[in-house]
């Protein structure tokens, strides 16, 4: 009998690797399935170990969404990276969230334990792909953005850098083990996250976010960065009516430093990419936040 059982086990289990190409793979946490998609490069080769970016979509949205929504998948392409959409939870399937502090919805009402999803998640792609261990990193938007705050906070040892669109720290604190990069993006007429903290006034969640004043500074503390910004203006099209200021928070410990790019103008969107729900508000086109996360990602392995 147990040979049987044995047999039927391997059958069922899906432990194949991971071709170039797209894939949705499950992973089992607290008795419950969770999923997420994943991008392989055409360039990828099994016998490197390959970086891995996380990409969580915002509040209300899904890895399907984020996935067009954002274009990442163009950059993996480009820079041979692999590209991760989970899922988050919710009760509808198109409609998802992440517990991340504060925030938001469903998941966070239930608890649901995303630092247990996203380590079941690592575990098994490093078990599928060739995952360099010390080239892990995060991205999102909105609610998915301040999960990768979470992640930074929580899972620095997993975690290399991060970068977060509109969405601030879900926690008063942050406790990382070790220095860990962050690169944030926040447009100024943001009305879901507003860049001041508070309730948005467009946000379905009522959360009083943190602000990004408060964001920044919890991780420049955290880092040991310099507590003044070398501030530059970003080259400037004539005709999207935004300009981008960049705040470089340098001299962390272990090489590390913050970023932000402060979108004077901008709404609740990817930055780079052409807004199609226009009441997101205005997303700006002087800046490619795909070129600019996997800029800062690059050149920020785990020490």
């Not at 938007?141 to 879900?170: C, F, K, T, V």
Request: proline share 5%; aromatic share 8%.
């Amino acid at each position: 009998m147990l040979p049987i059982l044995l047999t039927m086990s391997l059958l069922c289990a899906d432990t194949s690797t991971l071709q170039p190409g797209d894939h949705t793979i499950e992973v089992i946490v607290d008795g419950t399935n969770r999923s997420a998609i994943v991008h392989v490069p055409a360039s990828y080769d099994a016998s490197h170990p390959t970086s891995l970016v996380l990409c969580f979509h915002g509040g209300g949205s899904n890895a399907h969404q984020q996935v067009s929504y954002t274009g990442l998948n163009e950059k993996s392409d480009e820079a041979g990276f692999l590209a991760v959409y989970p899922d988050g939870s919710g009760r509808l399937a198109g409609i998802r969230t992440w517990n991340a502090g504060n925030c938001c919805g469903y998941a966070q009402r239930q608890d649901i334990d995303e630092i247990a999803f996203v380590t079941a998640l690592l575990d098994e792609l490093e078990i599928r792909a060739n995952v360099d261990p010390r080239r892990i990193y995060a991205t999102g938007i909105s609610n998915g953005g301040m999960l990768a705050y979470q992640l930074a906070s929580e899972m620095s040892d997993r975690i290399a850098a991060i970068a977060s669109i509109a969405g601030p720290m879900g926690d008063e604190t942050c406790s990382p083990r070790r220095p860990v990069p962050v690169l944030h993006f926040h447009g100024t007429e943001d009305e879901f996250v507003s860049i001041d903290g508070g309730p948005g006034s467009r946000s379905l969640s009522q959360t009083d976010f943190y602000s990004l004043e408060h964001t920044l500074n919890a991780w420049v503390a955290a880092n040991g960065c310099s507590t003044k910004a070398e501030v530059s203006l970003m080259p400037d099209r004539s005709d999207d009516g935004m300009t981008v200021e960049k705040y470089e928070y340098g001299n962390g410990r272990e090489g590390s430093e913050v970023v932000f790019y402060k979108i004077i103008g901008g709404g609740h969107t990817w930055p780079g990419r052409q807004l199609r729900i226009k009441l997101l508000g205005p997303s700006t086109l002087d800046i490619s936040a795909n070129d600019l996360i996997w800029e800062f990602f690059d050149k920020h392995p785990m020490p």
